[in-house]
């Protein structure tokens, strides 16, 4: 996700982090909630954040994240899947993740119903993440049935 040009909030992990910017999106641009969604998605065959809850479709318009996660979870329980764990990566210059991991992690695992680690990363200057233009975020989710 690309930072935003105007005063839009940063929210990650459904913490809203004071003091930066925040990113593009149709929905509170959640990257940290999106990514968790697509991996649980993924792993269930399920498709992806943007079949089931598209930015052409106004319900979506300033959607909380954490509500459309703990709607894939749902989702995915329904097609006889249960969440195991789930890890994320969350690549970026600024801010700072170390500080707002726990917070993090408890609204994520309250979410999906299991535990979830997240982990800040630097770009190190490499590409738009590097040049702080925007924050990427890698997740991976363990599910059984």
């Given at each position: 996700?690309?930072?935003?040009d105007?005063?839009?909030p940063?929210?990650l992990?459904?913490?809203?982090?004071?003091?930066?910017?925040?990113?593009?999106?149709h929905?509170?641009?959640?990257?940290?909630?999106?990514?968790?969604?697509?991996?649980?998605?993924?792993?269930?065959g399920?498709?992806?954040?943007?079949?089931?809850?598209?930015?052409?479709?106004?319900?979506?318009k300033?959607?909380?994240?954490?509500?459309?996660?703990?709607?894939?979870?749902?989702?995915?329980?329904?097609?006889?899947?249960?969440?195991e764990?789930?890890?994320?990566?969350?690549?970026?210059?600024?801010?700072?993740?170390?500080?707002?991991?726990a917070?993090?992690q408890?609204?994520?695992?309250a979410?999906?119903?299991?535990?979830?680690?997240?982990?800040?990363?630097?770009?190190?200057?490499?590409?738009?993440?590097?040049?702080?233009?925007?924050?990427?975020?890698?997740?991976?989710?363990?599910?059984?049935k």
């Open positions: 996700h690309r930072f935003a105007d005063d839009r940063l929210v992990g459904g913490v809203t982090i004071p003091g930066e910017r925040g990113l593009l999106g929905s509170d641009a959640d990257a940290v909630a999106h990514a968790v969604a697509d991996a649980l998605l993924g792993a269930a399920l498709g992806d954040i943007g079949m089931h809850f598209p930015d052409t479709d106004p319900r979506w300033g959607a909380d994240s954490m509500q459309l996660l703990r709607e894939v979870t749902s989702l995915v329980a329904r097609d006889g899947w249960r969440v764990n789930v890890d994320v990566n969350v690549v970026c210059e600024r801010p700072k993740i170390a500080p707002h991991r917070d993090m408890e609204n994520l695992s979410a999906v119903g299991a535990p979830v680690s997240v982990k800040g990363r630097r770009a190190e200057g490499l590409g738009a993440i590097g040049r702080a233009e925007g924050i990427a975020c890698l997740a991976v989710a363990l599910l059984t």
